[in-house]
Antibody
Framework: QVQLVESGGGVVQPGGSLRLSCAAS????????MHWVRQAPGKGLEWLTFLWYDGSNTHYADSVKGRFTISRDNSKNTLYLQMNSLRAEDTAVYYC?????????????WGQGTLVTVSS | SSELTQDPAVSVALGQTVRITCQGDSLRNYYTSWYQQKPGQAPILVIY???NRPSGIPDRFSGSSSRNTASLTITGAQAEDEADYYC????????????FGGGTKLTVL
């Protein structure tokens, strides 16, 4: 069955960096696009970024453009999110989600999320 | 950028039918998908495309759309349907290319 397992969350000071990982299994990772979505405490879902199946194209929300970088290693079935210049408002649970297609599609599977807390 | 608007909260009596709506200009051009999220859990996809349910989603969940409004209907709501529901769609402005609604908290009375 499809599994997505995020890791790398934790507490980081404002201005700091963190790299999240999402280990995928149970499907052919290298033919599906992948998303990162976050949810601040008590708030709704916010789409952050998407990466095509082959890493050839990306999309970012304005809120993270220039600070966050999505990447993938298809040989390791792993998706990454490099987060730099972190701010208090980046505090959230971060989910990776599988696209239902090679490009932007529905979010048909989600990981359990990893909590990032930005605080001094 | 486009926005998707949802009512913050809706309630339904056990066994009755409830409709959760999502409004936005992008819905005129793209299908809406719907996600259910229970407290402390990740979202799950319940409706996608014109009106499709992933495997394992009960057939009491259905989707429809008209002009700029998409709806998720639960026919015969069960206690376990109490959750937050989010709509999602593409956006032709591509900035951002994907948008979520603000979410609707469904209470089953």
């Amino acid at each position: 069955q499809v599994q997505l397992v995020e890791s790398g969350g934790g507490v980081v000071q404002p201005g700091g960096s963190l790299r999240l990982s999402c280990a995928a299994s149970g499907f052919n990772f290298n033919i599906y696009g992948m998303h990162w979505v976050r949810q601040a405490p008590g708030k709704g879902l916010e789409w952050l970024t998407f990466l095509w199946y082959d890493g050839s194209n990306t999309h970012y929300a304005d809120s993270v453009k220039g600070r966050f970088t999505i990447s993938r290693d298809n040989s390791k079935n792993t998706l990454y999110l490099q987060m730099n210049s972190l701010r208090a408002e980046d505090t959230a649970v971060y989910y990776c989600a599988k696209s239902s297609s090679s490009d932007l599609g529905d979010f048909d599977y989600w990981g359990q999320g990893t909590l990032v807390t930005v605080s001094s | 950028s486009s926005e998707l608007t949802q009512d913050p909260a809706v309630s339904v009596a056990l066994g009755q039918t409830v409709r959760i709506t999502c409004q936005g200009d992008s819905l005129r051009n793209y299908y809406t998908s719907w996600y259910q999220q229970k407290p402390g859990q990740a979202p799950i996809l319940v409706i996608y495309g014109k009106n499709n349910r992933p495997s394992g989603i009960p057939d009491r969940f259905s989707g429809s759309s008209s002009r700029n409004t998409a709806s998720l209907t639960i026919t015969g709501a069960q206690a376990e349907d109490e959750a937050d529901y989010y709509c999602n769609s593409r956006d032709s402005s591509n900035n951002p290319p994907v948008v979520f609604g603000g979410g609707t908290k469904l209470t089953v009375l």
